[in-house]
């Protein structure tokens, strides 16, 4: 199999990856995975929601990857699927590449997911689903979607801290 085909393989189902590999990742810290799923929840309809509301078309030609046909009049599960503006794919790598790093900051670990998130960006323009500015907006809004779920899970870790009186202090009156 050609090795190209197969990085454009990584880049498309991308997200399915950067998904699974992140709930494996946080399984053991439950606040952070929870704020991961609800985001990501998030983060699929307000996709849908801002190609309903930008309708921008996506380029004329565009293949899909399994049989490399063009896909304008390939039947469509959301109408919004017929929309390229936001690119989700873009929307959900960003998502947890960045919620990832957040929690981990760990340079190996966000290198890995960097790299399958431009394969992904790469494979959707390559393939004509979306142009360069629909990847690039996506990118943006999954990334901010990740910083602000990051926030609320670690806001929600810490609580609301209280003053402790010191177990073995004598009050001095």
């Known amino acids: 199999m050609n090795p190209l085909y197969m990085l454009d393989l990584i880049g498309y189902y991308g997200p399915v990856i950067l998904f699974i590999s992140s709930i494996f990742l946080l ?38 990857i399994l049989n490399s046909t063009e896909n304008n009049n390939h039947k469509r599960i959301f109408s919004s699927d017929i929309y390229g503006m936001p690119s989700g794919h873009a929307q959900h790598v960003f998502y947890s590449t960045i919620f990832i790093y957040l929690v981990f900051k760990n340079t190996n670990i966000t290198l890995l997911y960097l790299f399958i998130s431009l394969l992904t960006l790469i494979q959707r323009v390559k393939y004509q689903n979306h142009y ?22 670690d806001k929600k870790i810490v609580g609301k801290l209280l003053a402790k009186k010191e177990d073995n202090a004598k009050d001095v009156a």
């Open 27 to 64: 399984y053991k810290k439950s606040n952070y995975l929870s704020s991961y799923i609800i985001g990501i929840i998030l983060s699929c309809f307000s996709n849908l929601v801002l190609k309903e509301i930008i309708k921008q078309p996506r380029p004329k030609g565009s293949m899909h």
């Open 132 to 153: 360069i500015t629909q990847v690039i907006v996506g990118g943006i809004i999954g990334g901010l979607i990740a910083y602000y779920m990051y926030l609320y899970a």
